[in-house]
């Protein structure tokens, strides 16, 4: 028998494991953190919450740590890893070397306005790896538009 996890089930769970609501969201929005001399690759203990993954912090330590996932991670002292596997989801890829890597070179000359066949022959790269990085930085737009086509 398949049996489908519902709102009613994941309440009932989190009122058993939790003395207030408070303390559950709480839980569930805090960042994982690693005590000191924890191995950083082992698997995180706690999910982290959309407000922090989709939110504006995250984005911005992103950008301060120039898109290097390892200093992103260590920044909240999370595992880097689950950072690295979670920022690629959300479209936003290691940007690491990003001045000295033709895929990012190519992608930046095509987001300025070249075309995508000129921007792969200026740096090398074929135009199926730029589709590649295409289609996984706008991977959230694409979450999106499933969404929405889910709920029609």
């Avoid at 191995?39 to 999910?47: M, R, S």
């Avoid at 992103?62 to 909240?76: K, M, W």
């Avoid at 300025?112 to 959230?140: D, Y």
């Amino acid at each position: 028998m398949n049996y489908v996890a519902s709102c009613e089930g994941y309440s009932l769970a989190l009122a058993t494991l939790y003395d207030s609501a408070e303390t559950a969201l709480h839980d569930f929005s805090t960042p994982i953190l690693d005590t000191p001399g924890e191995n950083k690759n082992k698997l995180p203990k706690k999910i982290l919450g959309q407000d922090f993954w989709n939110g504006h912090r995250l984005y911005s330590a992103y950008v301060e740590c120039r898109g290097i996932y390892s200093d992103v991670a260590d920044r909240f002292k999370l595992n880097r890893t689950h950072v690295s596997e979670k920022l690629m989801e959300l479209g936003l890829p290691s940007l690491r070397h990003h001045a000295f890597n033709p895929l990012l070179l190519a992608f930046k000359d095509f987001s300025q306005g070249m075309s995508i066949p000129e921007a792969c022959s200026r740096h090398g790269v074929t135009v199926k790896q730029l589709e590649g990085f295409l289609r996984a930085s706008s991977s959230r737009v694409s979450n999106a538009l499933r969404l929405i086509e889910y709920q029609t």
